[in-house]
């Protein structure tokens, strides 16, 4: 992959996670309920502490590939 | 360490040893254990390092970057996700000063596991049992709590079994059984003496379990020592 779409990569998983980990449920929900993925699947409904997890994975990965983009470039 | 198979099991491998070593921290100064919480460690310590290793590659600098963003992105998960323990009868690790402690856990987990992949030393085997030790604890005591789990035992009573006094015996077991494999030179006779000394503390499910899982592990070790790089290899 190029440089520059590991920056790309980066800056969308970060904005992904920063907007669900970071704006309060209340805020999304008036913004859009379907962001809050309040549905259920198969017998497990999806939590607020889901939304968290997955938003964090995703800040995870935005640094990573952040720290891949820096890497590239000292190369 | 060019595969990628290699570079799953190294992260494997430095999650459970630090996971480990922060569960025996916890456990012996009275903080819960909870199987959710210990998940969401796992996962976000394992994506960590996995991602650094796979996309930079394995190195000091490497080390330092996953042992500073694991427990920070779990300390942001802990802030930001609504509570699932009751606190006024659970210590959960979730100020911030524990971060220094997980990230100290994490150093400790990531440079024994490149120094068991480094070229031959005198302390290589050591580090490497090392390594297996740790990670055989996370298991078992991971392993205890899923058991616990599909038994229908209630979280909160889980959290309130899962004590230093279940944890100890198998420490000793497994330190002892590393310990005789290491003289007589044979991996499988560690994981015989571990499984039956589990079998003697805990139950003989947990002795299977620690048998195989034990044997597996000193595999995966040696796995990874197989293709061993010391200098960090870009994707």
């Known amino acids: 992959m190029k440089r520059i779409s590991w920056l790309i990569w980066s800056l969308v998983c970060l904005a992904l996670g920063s907007f669900y980990e970071f704006v309060p449920r209340a805020s999304i929900k008036a913004l ?30 935005g640094i990573v590939f952040l720290y891949k983009w820096l890497k ?4 | ?46 994506l960590s390092v996995y991602l650094i290793t796979a996309l930079v590659g394995i190195g000091k600098q490497e080390g330092i970057v996953a042992s500073i963003l694991g427990p920070f992105m779990f300390y942001v998960y802990y802030v ?19 971060f220094f402690l997980h990230a100290a856990f994490m150093l400790v987990a ?22 297996v030790w740790w990670s055989m604890m996370a298991l078992e ?20 079994m899962m004590t230093f006094s ?4 198998v420490l000793l077991v497994l330190f002892v059984a590393l310990g005789l494999g290491l003289l007589v030179r044979k991996n499988w006779v560690a994981a015989l003496l571990a499984g039956i000394g589990t079998a003697l503390v805990q139950d003989t499910l947990s002795g299977v379990f620690v048998l195989i899982m034990t044997w597996l592990a000193w595999q995966a ?3 990874t020592d197989k293709e061993t790089r010391t200098k960090s290899v870009s994707a």
Not at chain 1, 72 to 75: I, V
Not at chain 2, 111 to 130: D, E, G, H, L, T
Not at chain 2, 141 to 160: K, N, P, S, Y
Not at chain 2, 166 to 169: F, T
């Open chain 2, 166 to 169: 279940i944890a100890w015996p």
């Open chain 2, 141 to 160: 005591l991971l392993f205890l709590m899923a058991v616990w789990r599909l038994q229908g035992i209630e979280e909160e009573a889980a959290t309130m």
């Open chain 2, 221 to 223: 070790v040696t796995l």
């Open chain 2, 80 to 98: 930001f996700a609504n509570p699932t323990l009751n606190r006024e009868v659970f210590n959960i690790d979730e100020q911030f000063w524990f």
């Open chain 1, 32 to 61: 859009w309920p379907a962001l809050l993925f309040d549905i259920s699947i198969g017998s497990m409904r999806i939590r607020q502490n889901d939304l968290i997890l997955v938003a964090t994975i995703l800040l995870t990965v």
């Open chain 2, 110 to 131: 990531y440079f024994a596991m490149r120094y068991s992949v480094q070229k031959a030393s005198v302390w290589k085997s050591y580090i490497q049992a090392f390594v």
């Open chain 1, 72 to 75: 590239m470039g000292k190369n």
């Open chain 2, 1 to 46: 360490m060019n595969s990628w198979y290699n570079k799953l099991l190294f992260s494997i491998l430095v999650t459970l040893v630090m996971n480990a070593l922060d569960m025996l921290y916890h456990l012996s100064t009275s903080w819960a254990v909870h199987l959710n919480y210990a998940a969401v460690k796992l996962t976000l310590i394992f």
